[in-house]
């Protein structure tokens, strides 16, 4: 071998003697992480100000109202106050707070044709609503008659809003069920915020929707929106009045929302301004299941708390675990 080739093979093997020596002095690296779903910020239960980020799929967010016997908000509860059960079993609460968070609102408004003398006031009332509400919320408006329709999409400006309530258009049969699944699908695609509540306000019976009651609720209490209802049932015979309600009490109930049943249209905007104070004083839980398995099957959830006046807690029924 020549004198030039020896001190090229002795340069070569001097670099990558240095290099296996620099790659062993670097700090190892974590395995690559494949998420099972979007992280989300939460506030753990034991701080006040952090935030930490986590992607456990299997957390079960809870927006729960606590009231007293005469139905006024109960505020400032500790954590300690509060107990969650899972098909009878106590969970561990990982998160709680309670804040006026902004939320992502759908306004699902009876378009068809008995509600001509009324519309005008229930208008108003929404609008009162969104005024009342976060400024930060976000909000689209849909109208229903035999189908539903997407008349204004997500937004805050106060004045589209008046501009779209304005342009009615009274025809058809009722379609509620059909429209609050748009609502909650619109909810689930579009929304930027972490809380999603709709509010429907409707004279009458459905008639005409495709959907089930049964699998609306399901499909609400799996994406974590909260119903709200106005029913202005007074015009209607008491069985299709009956029926409505136990339609609109069922939907509000499994959820963790409300429902009310005016004798007057003029009683909506007050109710209305109800619901937006409500929605900004609610509480915010979560737990992660102790019964890991993806199996499929409806996990109740009960919510209690142990306060002065024996106050009660409204919040989602429960949830079907993931396969």
Known sequence: MSSLSAKLSLCAGIFATSLVWAQAQEPAKAPEQKLSGNPSAIVPANSNDEVTFRTDTRLVDLHATVVDRDGRLVLGLPQSAFSVYENGVKQEIKVFRQEDAPVSLGLIIDNSASMHDKRAKVGSAALGLVAASNPDDEVFIMNFSDQPSLERDFTNNIKALEETLKKIDYKGETAMRDALLMGIEHLRHGAKREKKVLLVVTDGEDNNSAETIDHLVQTAQQNGVLIYAIGLLSDEDPRTAERAKKQ????????????????????????????????????????????????????????????????????????????
């Open 248 to 323: 609109l009490d069922l939907l509000t109930f499994a959820t963790g929302g409300q429902s009310w049943y005016p004798k007057e249209v003029s009683e909506v905007e007050g109710i209305a301004r109800e619901v937006a104070h409500e929605v900004r004083n609610q509480y915010a839980l979560a737990y992660t299941s102790s019964n890991q398995a993806l199996d499929g099957t409806f996990r109740k959830i009960r919510a209690e708390v142990k306060a002065p006046g024996d106050p009660k807690v409204r919040t989602r029924t429960g949830y079907w675990a993931a396969r």
